[in-house]
């Protein structure tokens, strides 16, 4: 976990703003509080902090350096995970590696390969290289989008930035929304449109994209995609295919000179990392260790549902007792909770998922008091089809995003002249079919491509709002959150697997758990989906209610869009459907708008509708 930033001008002016620079550099410390370093010139400004989650006793940052009389500027957030597969295809090349990290071996693997080096890496990046003599910087991000690179051609100049709050300490750029990002706010959030920054003059670069900008201006290019092609193993050899997959993605993930934990919440994808990872660590004669949350009082008013079928308790003490793990449970209590809301909105530049976002922001501090590096069970559902849209009819539905069944709220929440100039259902059911229509498929109409149209739908719209979450909280929080199963070979693997396969026996994610069916406990290798916990506890309903109170009474700038009227009805009355997945019901839509509130005015929003 690392941040970039900087600025590409072609007017020559840049070295009058070094002090600007040096305040986006602190703005982004967060994410990198181990090192950083600046490089100023005229045309150029670039910011690299650093995390340092792997000993690097190399080169001083920034990464610069002469190679073949040319000379480079790289700067990279994250990590590579298939380091000797690059040496080797370096060293094919006559190229001498010499330090063997990842600066080293992106920057050279550039130079001898070109933007072709994004078909040899494998990880998750962003990054830029300058060229000095061209005066050309080519940027780039991971296949799945797991680091995120917002940018900017405001002015001719090219702005970029690893959050959005580096783009605002930008003199270029003003925080300024107009009618799109309402809407987006509005009728699509917390999830956001792919390479959308929300604010004006703010993108981000989409997953699996590149470009390179000059004096010849800006481009941007996508290379690499989910491909559908005919699956021709067995089911036998999915399984075992899987197996490696999943195993071999987990072992990369653990490398590191420092110690590496898990999060453990006894459900199906955690256990399988923690299974893994124990194996591997007591080879090295070390003991795992395990964070799990809970909160305060959960066990009192738990309530079950048919999303929330069970609490995790008794499934982490299966795993506790069969691995002998040292776990570690964090209590949250309903106060840290809401206090955290507004950390969360920090973090992520934006509203978010509320709670669900706090809950993972107080959990991650929690395990940097011991460690550096944890690894999480994040994006399994979306790649082998673990959501209850995936497998429930009333859920998938054909005209609109599967886990959004809230238009009709959401609407209700817009004040009536906005809704009457805007067409709300096309907005949402362009962004809709424009990913359908862009998912690869060998057939047209078929179960099979439906499959795939939601494994699209899920991976560039659900994880990636689940992705967003991940890296923000954990970079506020200092961890460097490792997410295997976020590996574009499974991704790949898993699009083309006929879903009998991936449902077998009638199971969500019945192929995973048939893979490591040897791996776990028999109660928790065939334990029914539960999602991330969230809190039960009716005070912290109480607590948010009282804040939106509070809100509507004094005013707010969100009900230049906000229907204050409808809004008011969440005060004694619970919503209707959930605003977004499974885990947004009232209490979480309230923190919604009261995150909304605290970012337009912490972040001084211009609101131009």
């Known amino acids: 976990m690392s941040a970039i930033s900087g600025e590409i001008s072609f007017s020559g002016y840049l070295s009058k703003r070094v002090e600007e620079f040096e305040e986006i550099k602190k703005r982004l410390s967060h994410r990198g ?222 490398e590191s000179d420092f110690p590496v934990c898990t999060m453990l919440s006894g459900g199906l994808d955690s256990s399988i990392i923690t299974s893994v990872a124990n194996k591997v660590l007591n080879n090295r004669s070390n003991r795992l260790k395990t964070f799990s949350v809970t909160y305060r009082d959960n066990e009192k008013y738990f309530k079950k549902s048919r999303f929330q079928p069970d609490s995790d308790a008794e499934y982490i003490e299966m795993m506790k007792q069969r691995f002998n793990l040292d776990n570690e449970l964090i209590v949250v209590d309903s106060q840290q909770l809401y206090d955290a809301l507004f950390d969360a909105v920090d973090a992520r530049d934006l509203p978010g998922m509320a709670d669900i976002d706090s809950s993972l922001y107080i959990f991650l501090k929690e395990i940097r008091n011991e460690y550096k590096i944890t690894l999480s069970g994040e994006c399994s559902d979306e790649l082998f089809g673990g959501y209850p849209w995936y497998r429930d009819p009333k859920l998938d539905n054909p005209n609109g995003f599967p886990w959004a069944h809230s238009d009709i709220l959401r609407k209700s929440l817009i004040n009536k002249d906005l809704v009457e100039s805007f067409d709300c259902e096309q907005f949402v059911y362009d962004k809709y079919i424009n990913t359908v229509n862009s998912a690869s498929k060998l057939k047209r109409t078929d179960n099979e491509s439906r499959k795939k149209e939601l494994m699209k739908l899920n991976t560039d719209w659900f994880m990636m709002t689940l992705v967003d979450r991940t890296d923000r909280m954990s970079a506020l929080a200092g961890v460097d959150v490792r997410v295997p199963y976020c590996d574009y070979r499974i991704a790949q693997y898993l699009y083309n697997v006929p879903w009998e396969f991936k449902d077998y026996k009638g199971y969500e994610k019945g192929l995973l758990r048939e893979a490591f069916r040897d791996y776990l406990p028999e109660e928790v290798l065939w334990r029914k989906k539960s999602p991330y916990p969230k809190t039960h506890n009716p005070e912290y309903l109480k607590t948010v209610r009282k804040e939106l109170k509070k809100i509507l009474d004094e005013g707010s700038p969100m009900f230049a869009f906000v229907n204050k009227d409808r809004l008011s009805e969440f005060i004694d009355n619970d919503i209707p459907q959930n605003f977004y997945g499974q885990l947004m019901t009232t209490a979480q839509t309230i923190a919604y708008f009261i995150q909304t509130d605290y970012w337009l005015k912490k972040y001084n929003i211009k609101i131009e509708l």
């Open 33 to 254: 509080p181990d090192d950083q370093a600046s490089y100023i010139t005229d045309k150029t400004a670039f910011i690299q902090n650093l995390l340092c989650s792997d000993n690097r006793e190399t080169e001083p940052l920034p990464y610069l350096k002469r190679i073949y009389d040319k000379k480079y500027l790289l700067l990279l957030d994250g990590a590579l995970s298939n380091r000797d597969e690059i040496k080797q295809k370096l060293s094919e090349k006559g190229c001498c590696i010499e330090d063997g990290d990842d600066f080293e071996l992106l920057l050279k693997g550039y130079i001898s390969f070109g933007k072709d080096v994004l078909k040899l890496i494998n990880g998750v990046y962003a990054f830029c290289i300058w060229d000095f003599e061209n005066e050309e910087l080519f940027f780039a991000r991971d296949r799945m989008g797991v680091r995120p690179l917002f940018y900017s051609n405001a002015n001719n100049n090219f702005i970029f930035s690893s959050e959005i709050k580096g783009m605002l300490e930008n003199s270029e750029i003003k925080p300024v929304i107009d009618i799109n990002s309402v809407m987006e706010l509005m009728l699509i959030g917390p999830g956001r449109t792919l390479g959308y920054g929300v604010f004006r003059d703010i993108c981000e670069l989409k997953p699996a994209h590149c470009g390179m900008f000059s004096k010849d201006g800006l481009s941007i290019e996508r290379y690499w995609d989910l491909e559908a092609k005919e699956h021709t193993d067995s089911f036998e050899q999915t399984v075992e295919a899987v197996r490696y997959l999943v195993t071999d993605s987990i072992e990369r993930q653990l």
